[in-house]
């Protein structure tokens, strides 16, 4: 299994964006599934997005549509957060899993960063 170190977390107003960068280890994230996921203070952990690296699917939640975007180099994986809203708060794990499909349920995933802060506040 690759090892997976989230970063580029950090506390921005309403309306700003944030680029969160997912680097793997110990191997590329080429033929795997990539997602992200949040988890707010007392709420569950919910899928934000995912990304095929076979073939370039993505997959997003319904509350990230048109204001997130992910990508990958197969090194690296990004999720860019524009038009971010307080409701996006929470810290975000980056998560993987060999495979050719897409997928937002958390049992899908066998490896997980350790995750970094998003504070989005006015």
């Known amino acids: 299994q690759v090892q997976l170190a989230e970063s580029g977390g950090g506390t921005v107003q309403p309306g700003d964006s944030l680029r969160l960068s997912c680097a793997a280890s110990?191997?590329?994230?080429?033929?795997?599934?990539v997602a992200w996921f949040r988890q707010a203070p007392g709420k569950e952990r919910e899928g934000v997005s995912c990304?095929?690296?076979?073939?370039?699917r993505t997959f997003y939640a319904d509350s990230v549509k048109g204001r997130f975007t992910t990508s990958t180099d197969y090194k690296t994986v990004y999720l860019q957060m524009n038009s971010l809203r307080p409701e996006d708060t929470g810290v975000y794990y980056c998560?993987?899993?060999?495979?050719?499909?897409?997928?937002?349920?958390?049992?899908?995933?066998?490896?997980w960063g350790q995750g970094t802060q998003v504070t989005v506040s006015s």
């Open positions: 990304i095929s690296t076979t073939d370039g």
């Open positions: 110990g191997g590329t994230l080429d033929y795997h599934a």
């Open positions: 998560a993987s899993e060999p495979g050719r499909w897409v997928s937002l349920n958390v049992g899908d995933f066998g490896s």
